[in-house]
């Protein structure tokens, strides 16, 4: 009896041990944190405050409790980005983009739509897909236009190149695009074909990440490829075949 009470409780230690190395995963349903079912874009705050962009609008989660904000045309919000240096969270949605300047105290944001910079002709763009914070500016992609807002100046320009945005990134310090027409970094308002990316024209990337030092493209139906800096190969996985 004495040995079968020691092998139990060994047993429940050894059990005890290997389920506290585990992580804690809690599911949110949708009833719980009171939004659509759809997100878009999750981003966490140096305060540990969880954004989630969702088709109701911009969710917080302070670990407690759920609030959602609105854009002004109440859309889904697709794009995210925290501006640490300010607080203030720009968001990208449909026909619409702006900031939530947030009160962490208060649990309020007030919305303020960066619409009104832009001409006129400028302001039927769809779906911003991106929101980047590179250098000074912030820059809104959607799959016809970007938008490049200078916060400082209050002021936005448009960069008209004609061309499909299929995917955007953020690499190190750089915006790059990728579209049939080629793999392309932002320089201002310009976007100059990045040198060596030439085997990427004609194919649709899917999405743009950094693999230490170099790049990966991943497409749609040509599967994965590696640009060191100089040239753009495939990259063999077993999987893609």
């Known amino acids: 009896m004495k040995r079968l009470l020691i092998a139990l409780l060994l ?31 999750i981003m966490q705050a140096p305060s540990n405050r969880m ?8 969710m917080v989660f302070d670990g407690d409790r759920w ?11 697709r794009a995210i980005c925290l501006d640490e240096r300010t607080n203030w969270v720009y968001v990208g949605a449909s026909n619409e983009f702006g900031y939530f300047e947030t009160d962490t105290e208060q649990h309020k944001a007030t919305y303020h739509s960066l619409i009104g910079l832009l001409p ?7 779906e911003i897909w991106n929101v980047f914070r590179a250098d000074k500016d912030l820059i809104f992609q959607s799959k016809t236009d970007i938008f490049v807002y ?20 953020l690499i190190g310090d750089k915006v790059v695009m990728a ?3 080629g793999v392309f970094t932002l320089q ?11 085997p990427m024209q004609g194919l649709i990337a899917r999405a743009i990440l950094p693999f230490g030092k170099k790049m990966l493209f991943v ?22 075949n």
Not at 15 to 40: C, D, L, M
Not at 154 to 165: A, I, S, T
């Open 188 to 198: 201002g308002t310009t976007l100059k074909a990045l040198p060596g990316t030439e």
């Open 120 to 126: 006129q002709e400028h302001r039927s763009f769809g």
């Open 51 to 58: 954004f989630f962009g969702n088709n109701e609008g911009l």
């Open 67 to 77: 609030i959602t904000h609105y854009v002004s045309n109440y859309s889904p919000v």
């Open 11 to 41: 047993h429940l230690v050894l059990y005890i041990g290997a389920v506290a190395q585990q992580p804690q995963v809690h599911n949110f349903s949708s009833q719980e944190y009171h939004g659509a079912t759809q997100n878009w874009s």
């Open 150 to 169: 200078d916060p400082e100046r209050k002021n936005m320009k448009v960069c008209d190149n004609g061309m499909r945005h299929e995917c955007a990134a």
């Open 179 to 181: 579209g049939r027409s």
């Open 219 to 240: 497409t749609n139906d040509n599967g994965i490829f590696v640009y060191d800096g100089q040239e753009t190969k495939p990259y063999e996985l077993p999987i893609s």
